[in-house]
């Protein structure tokens, strides 16, 4: 069964990160996903900000789901690189991973995320650009 047949399945019990995480599924497809994490205080570095590789792994993860929306069913992805830029930190409540696919070809896939406030779009906390390898599974 492939990861996107688990993620409709199954949900977010289809990652284990996404349990340990506490990492909701709040739509995927054609694409793109959207995915939201409430922080928490074990989440913080040692000044109490969320640590900043939350906010890479939330918005890794919706790039990672957004990508499978646009796969065929013989391929899969590994990372190439990715890039984060930080706007502004965040201590608490809940944020919310937008990805979208901007390119997909035959070898290399490209997308891009940014992680909010999940009630105020306007406050942008990070954005990640990726890029990724089309790999052929048999």
């Given at each position: 069964m492939s990861y996107l047949e688990n993620i409709r399945k199954l949900g977010r019990n289809a990652n284990p990160f996404f349990c340990q995480m506490g990492i909701d599924i709040v739509s995927?497809?054609?694409?793109?996903?959207?995915?939201?994490?409430?922080?928490?205080?074990?989440?913080?570095?040692?000044?109490?900000?969320?640590?900043?590789?939350m906010l890479v792994a939330l918005a890794d993860e919706a790039?990672?789901?957004?990508?499978?929306?646009?796969?065929?069913?013989?391929?899969?992805?590994?990372?190439?690189?990715?890039?984060?830029?930080?706007?502004?930190?965040?201590?608490?409540?809940?944020?919310?991973?937008?990805?979208?696919?901007?390119?997909?070809?035959?070898?290399?896939?490209?997308?891009e995320a940014e992680v909010f406030l999940d009630s105020d779009e306007k406050t942008m906390f990070s954005r990640t650009s990726a890029a990724f390898a089309v790999t052929v599974t048999e």
């Open positions: 995927y497809d054609a694409g793109s996903a959207v995915l939201t994490m409430q922080v928490r205080p074990d989440m913080h570095n040692g000044v109490g900000w969320l640590q900043g590789g790039i990672a789901l957004a990508l499978y929306t646009v796969l065929k069913e013989d391929e899969g992805i590994a990372t190439i690189s990715e890039s984060t830029s930080f706007v502004k930190g965040v201590r608490e409540g809940v944020i919310v991973a937008k990805a979208k696919v901007i390119k997909k070809g035959r070898r290399v896939a490209f997308a």
